[in-house]
């Protein structure tokens, strides 16, 4: 097999606009110039037959994009000179793909059944990831059950998980889209802002008594979440008149610092560790989702591994030309790289997955945000799209016009679920119209000609013209149930992998992040010194120190 360390790395110093298919797809791009939606439909009322797919119970609708068949072999000519199957295959090989930090990616054993081989240095992964989800089952069932109490013997009805990004965003995502798999006995909250108003709005109205922390940080130096730890500290000792014994029954953490957790007073026996090949924007299915699996039970959590796993084998196994997690990547990048758009929306039209599109924002822009190829050359082409969105039908009001009428491109993902939660189904029938009506109208618009056989005055039709030919895809789940939440991750988290391998990037390095946390270390202990502390930054932040100390009443 070839190795993840020499996989492109002639091309990579050629750079991707060298490869005959990325030359080819440039001359296309100028050929398909006025060829629209409309047209190829037009063309061929039946495409849908050969753009939709079906697997993990969800039907993907690729038709309503600006694509030929054309189009679709020379983006596959492009995944393959780009080595995207030797790529795939080093990535669940457990080679080191993540050249930078020299690390595995192997989120996939996070979720691989107990009788897989998955080694990285040699060593089979899988059996230490499933002793640590029977360590979380075998907790759950404790905190659940009611046999792990608090400090006063009462039962814990509400767990806080106290994280940031990954730590928090995949967790808090999957919890409110499967609200309706948790028991009314246990809650869950979140905190991740270290402005202090986050941890006291979500502590506001609990009990100390009943109440869990769970503390999420590999390193346990993760400066926001130990600044809110440390305030969920204080405040547990308050409640129990600063009996550290108190910490023990109200904290658990995830972490792989035993030390630094023993320090804070939580038992390491409570600690649920996970390994450096598991970024944090693709460690939902790991210890970090402890909140969730509490919430909804281990049952029901295994539930959800199981449809991650299914997704993961369709993207290992299935041929390139019905790939569906490879054609979505490879979409994006015709869009990003050939069409010249920037941004992408996605539009879950389900309230249970409201904070669906700001978890793919950090799973996107934290992987494919990135400037120099796998081999350190700067990059002469657009990287990694601009995620954004919010649910259906309340973005209809707010954002819908400029996908309309505007002069931007945004190609749009509509995520639906035939099977309504709810018992209000009439409801739903008027949800999963709009979209499908949101969709058809952005891939055909209205014309003039249409506009004036319905009546509207002349001097209005300008003003209403649609153009149409706003391209979009149509995930279309049966249910949105454990199973089918995690192939829908799954599903975003192998295109993106997709779009990486083609940009040929590091998509699981984040060292941008780092830059941002080293200075405000140091300011945060410029903005408390005791006396005026010698600035050396540039004006513009030495005035904005001095402005905040004046402002809390400290020397300057």
Known sequence: MTSARSVDRSRSAAGRRGLPAWQALARHADEQQGVTVRSLFDQDPDRTRDLAFETCGMYVDFSKHRITRTTLRLLLDLAQQCEVTQRRDA????????????RAVLHVALRAPRDAVITVDGHNVVPGVHRVLDRMADFSRRVRSGEWTGHTGRRIHTVINIGIGGSDLGPRMAYQALLPYAGPQLSARFVSNVDGADFVTATADLDPAETLFIVSSKSWHTLETLTNARAARQWILDAFGSDTAAVAKHFVAVSTNAEGVAEFGIDPQNMFGFWDWVGGRYSMDSAVGLSLMLAIGPDQFTELLAGFHELDEHFRTTRPEHNIPLLMGLLEVWYNNFLGAQTQAVLPYSHYLEHLPSYLQQLEMESNGKHVTLAGHHVDYQTGQIIWGQPGTNGQHA??????????????????VAEPLSKLTEQHDLLLANMFAQAEALAFGRSEDQLREAGVPEEQIPHRVCEGNRPSTTVLLDRLSPRRLGSLIALYEHKVFIEGVIWDIDSFDQWGVELGKILATTITDELIADNPPALAHDSSTNELIRRYRAARNRPI
């Open 91 to 102: 990535m669940f090989a457990g080679e080191k793909i993540n050249v930078s930090e020299q």
């Open 399 to 416: 954002f819908y016009q400029l996908l309309h009428q505007g002069t931007k491109l945004v190609p749009a993902d509509f995520i639906g």
